[in-house]
């Protein structure tokens, strides 16, 4: 379980120039942002996905609802990072309450443990990296298109 937070403006990560050529990259002056909270599931490698305002204890415990409804048997183990509302008493009340729900937190500063993050990579590089997206709404749609279809 973990959040992204993908900017809309260029991500640029490689390219070729060839020397003395200029290149003009396009690039938004937007700072706007979408928030995605999700949770990878080993077993069958699907997604479960949230659009949040800000992700913070309460996107966190929708996410944690939202797990509990897709897999209504059995322990749900949550491998996620400590991240501040992940520690939140509204958080630790909810598990307490949803005793199917086992929060293993990494160790600090190890986001290569996560199995997520790879995730993550692979969205980045095949929807973000090297992509103009001109409109807002456009990009927004774009990347949570690429969900839908994993």
Partial sequence: ???VHPMHNSQLTYGWIRRGTDMVIKANTSRQ???LNSAYYLDDHSVVIQEAEMINAQSAVS???EMLRKQPLGMIY???DNARYYHSEMVREFVEKNKRICLLFLPPYNPNLNIIERLWKF???KVI???YYEQFAFFRKFRLNFFSYL
Wanted: proline share 0%.
């Fill in 63 to 65: 996410l944690l609802n």
């Fill in 1 to 3: 379980m973990n959040g």
């Fill in 78 to 80: 949550v491998i996620l």
């Fill in 129 to 131: 990296y090297n992509t």
């Fill in 33 to 35: 942002r979408i928030n």
């Fill in 123 to 125: 969205f980045k590089k």
